[in-house]
Structure formats: C-alpha cells, structure tokens
Nanobody
Framework: QVQLVESGGGLVQPGGSLRLSCAGSGMRLNLRRMAWFRQAPGNQRELVADITSGGFRNYIDSVTGRFIISRDNAKNTVYLQMNSLKPEDTAVYYC????????WGQGTQVIVSS
C-alpha cells in the first residue's frame, strides 16, 4: 500500500524557515514526479512545487526564490525547504505525486505569524 507521511511543520515568525519532509512507503519516490501542495483555510488545495524524476524543479511564482524542493533517494523522502516565510504561506502542506492521485496524507500544518 502506497503511503506518504508529511512532517516538519510548525509555528514560525515571518522571515523564518522550515523544512518539510515527505516519507514514502510502497513506492519509489525517485521514479515519480513528486510535488508539494498546500491548502489554506477557505481555499482550494494548490500546487506549490514539483520535482521530476530527472531532477527538474518547478515552483509557483509566489514561492520562487524562497522555497526549494529536493529529494533524498536513499531515504525515499522528498523535502521542501521554506525560507523567508510570509503569513500568506500559512496552510496545511501535503505531498503527492504531481497528478495528486495517491491517497492524501494528514499533511503538516505551517503557521507563519508573529
């Protein structure tokens, strides 16, 4: 059974940093185009960043230059390094394959507030 487990969220002040982790089981993440999504209260879930099996990275405009998606193949884990966090980054963050068709995990809550 394929499972993705997110962790690393928390409360951080504006300008701070967090690193989110997505640990996979039942599937080799390095063979898939993996992505991070987020859902803020009252909003639809949106794609934030993705990394292809070849290592190419893509970001939405609002996080470009601040977030970095990466992968550790030995650990079967995908990361999202988030720097210069803003209050508008507050959301529950999820990982999934790019198509978003793996059952969603619990996500990890990120709150950016002073």
């Amino acid at each position: 059974q394929v499972q993705l487990v997110e962790s690393g969220g928390g409360l951080v002040q504006p300008g701070g940093s967090l690193r989110l982790s997505c640990a996979g089981s039942g599937m080799r993440l390095n063979l898939r185009r993996m992505a991070w999504f987020r859902q803020a209260p009252g909003n639809q879930r949106e794609l934030v960043a993705d990394i292809t099996s070849g290592g190419f990275r893509n970001y939405i405009d609002s996080v470009t230059g601040r977030f970095i998606i990466s992968r550790d193949n030995a650990k079967n884990t995908v990361y999202l390094q988030m720097n210069s966090l803003k209050p508008e980054d507050t959301a529950v963050y999820y990982c999934n394959i790019y198509a978003g068709t793996i059952p969603w995990g619990q996500g990890t809550q990120v709150i950016v507030s002073s």
